[in-house]
Antibody
Framework: QLQQSGPGLVKPSQTLSITCAIS??????????WSWIRQSPSRGLEWLGR?????????DYAVSVRSRITITPDTPKNQVSLHLMSVTPDDTAVYYC????????????WGQGTLVTVSS | QSVLTQPPSASGTPGQRVTISCSGS????????VSWYQQLPGTAPKVLIF???QRPSGVPDRFSASKSGTSASLAISGLQSADEADYYC???????????FGTGTQVTVL
């Protein structure tokens, strides 16, 4: 199960940060990766990036946000966080975390979603 | 912006069969497994189909899917009012080096 938390309102130029707490699995498992996805009326569903552990931590980011995004694992708290810097109103969206099994290419489960509005 | 193309809408009467297409390319559907998601209003997407045609436990066999070349399709047979939702396809894309999602199809039960 994935439980998200984070602010619903972020001012332009600031950093958006959302946390995804993992239960029933380990963030450092070598059998899965942890992705962040967002959804907005203008962009639809957009994959933002992922982190995964395979003897060392790895991250991959979507080209569209690569210069502004960081996804970090927190092993003691068993959670993964999304940080998106220098946000603009175009970053207003519902943000989801999701698990992908290393044996598949599908997202399951998903977090409940966090609506983030970028506005002054 | 999506690299996977779906029809924006599909509809049918209760009991009918509805099919949704998902068109991609050799860098995504042509090379990787396709998954399908159902999104009910106000909720997160839920996996309906994985690895082209596999159903997770709990998903009714009214839902089926297939893949051929660079396209995939989802079929809903015995359409029910509970099936009114948005449906999305997804696949890894080598040119993006990331996951691609379809544009989404809104299914309406008439």
């Amino acid at each position: 199960q994935l439980q998200q938390s984070g602010p619903g309102l972020v001012k332009p130029s600031q950093t958006l940060s959302i946390t995804c707490a993992i239960s029933g699995d380990s963030v450092s498992t070598m059998s899965a990766s942890w992705s962040w996805i967002r959804q907005s009326p203008s962009r639809g569903l957009e994959w933002l990036g992922r982190t995964y552990y395979r003897t060392k931590w790895n991250t991959d980011y979507a080209v569209s946000v690569r210069s502004r995004i960081t996804i970090t694992p927190d092993t003691p708290k068993n959670q993964v966080s999304l940080h998106l810097m220098s946000v603009t109103p175009d970053d207003t969206a519902v943000y989801y975390c999701a698990r992908v099994s290393s044996s598949g290419y599908h997202f399951d489960p998903w977090g409940q979603g966090t609506l983030v509005t970028v506005s002054s | 912006q999506s690299v996977l193309t779906q029809p924006p809408s599909a509809s049918g009467t209760p009991g009918q069969r509805v099919t949704i297409s998902c068109s991609g390319s050799s860098t995504n559907i042509g090379s990787y497994p396709v998954s399908w998601y159902q999104q009910l209003p106000g909720t997160a997407p839920k996996v309906l189909i994985f690895t082209n045609s596999q159903r997770p436990s709990g998903v009714p066999d009214r839902f089926s899917a297939s893949k051929s070349g660079t396209s995939a399709s989802l079929a809903i047979s015995g359409l029910q009012s509970a099936d009114e939702a948005d449906y999305y396809c997804s696949a890894w894309d080598d040119s993006l080096y990331g996951y691609a999602f379809g544009t989404g199809t809104q299914v309406t039960v008439l």
